[in-house]
C-alpha cells in the first residue's frame, strides 16, 4: 500500500515512520540548566553519525501541549553539554517515568530513584545505573521543521566494568548490556537478546556464490 507523505497529514506520516523504523535505540539525555538542575529525558529518534571526530545525535522536538523548547533543549542551548546514557530492560520503567512532563524545578533522577554520578569533562552528571553513558559537548543544532538534530562530540565514555570483555583491545560484551530499542505505540520496546549472524563477503565471495562455488 502506497501512502503519499505530501498528502496525509503530519501526524500520521509520524505514526507511520516511527511503526516502521523500528527497533530505535534510545538516548536518555541529562542535560542540567545554569543553575545546576538536572534533567532527563529519554529520546528515540537516536544513533551514532561520526567516528572522527565521534559524534551522536537526537531529535528533540517541540513540547506537546506549544511551541516552546522542551528543558533538555533550552538546557543544551544554554550550556552546551550533555550526556547520553543508554537503557537497559532493569531500567525500562524508570526510563519510560521520565518521559512524563515534569516541571522544570524538579530532578528527574531523584524523582526516580536513579543514582546521578559525576560525569569527568561535563557537568551533568551520568546515571549511575546505566551500562553505557556518552559524555557529550555540542557540536551542532541542525533545523529540521519544528524539530532539532542535536549532534554531540563524545568526550568521554563509561560503559560498566562488568561489561568489558578486553579493555586492551576495547572489546565490549555488548549482549551483556541487555540494551532496549524502541518499538511502535506508546509502550513498545525490543529486547536485544535474540540476534542471528549474517556474516559480511567481499566481492569476490559473492561472486563465488553466484557462481555455485561457496
Same mark, same amino acid.
Not at 75 to 95: D, H, K, R, S
Not at 160 to 168: A, F, G, K, Q, Y
Given at each position: 500500500? *502506497? ?102 524545578? *524538579? ?108
Amino acid at each position: 500500500m *502506497l501512502f503519499d507523505f505530501d498528502k496525509i497529514p503530519t501526524r500520521e506520516a509520524y505514526k507511520l515512520m516511527v511503526s516502521t523504523v523500528v527497533p530505535r535505540p534510545i538516548a536518555w539525555v541529562v542535560s542540567q540548566d545554569k543553575a545546576g538542575v538536572v534533567n532527563a529525558a529519554p529520546f528515540s529518534f537516536f544513533n551514532a553519525f561520526g567516528d572522527d571526530p565521534p559524534v551522536v545525535g537526537f531529535s528533540c522536538g517541540p513540547r506537546p501541549d506549544g511551541p516552546a523548547a522542551k528543558d533538555t533543549l533550552s538546557n543544551i542551548e544554554a550550556t552546551g553539554q550533555f550526556v547520553v546514557c543508554l537503557v537497559n530492560e532493569a531500567m525500562g520503567e524508570a526510563m519510560s517515568a521520565t518521559a512524563a512532563d515534569f516541571p522544570p524545578e *524538579l530532578d528527574e533522577l531523584a524523582e526516580v530513584g536513579l543514582t546521578a554520578v559525576p560525569s569527568t569533562r561535563v557537568a551533568p552528571p551520568r546515571i549511575g545505573e546505566s551500562p553505557v553513558a556518552m559524555e557529550c559537548e555540542t557540536f551542532q543544532i541542525v533545523p529540521v521543521g519544528h524539530h532539532r538534530l542535536i549532534l554531540g562530540r563524545v568526550r568521554a565514555l563509561h560503559v560498566r566494568d562488568d561489561c568489558v570483555s578486553n579493555p586492551e583491545k576495547y572489546y565490549i560484551d555488548t549482549p551483556k548490556l541487555e540494551l532496549l530499542g524502541r518499538m511502535h505505540g506508546r509502550g513498545w520496546y525490543a529486547r536485544t537478546t535474540d540476534r542471528i549472524d549474517i556474516p559480511r563477503v567481499s566481492f569476490a565471495q559473492w561472486q563465488e556464490r553466484k557462481a555455485g562455488k561457496g
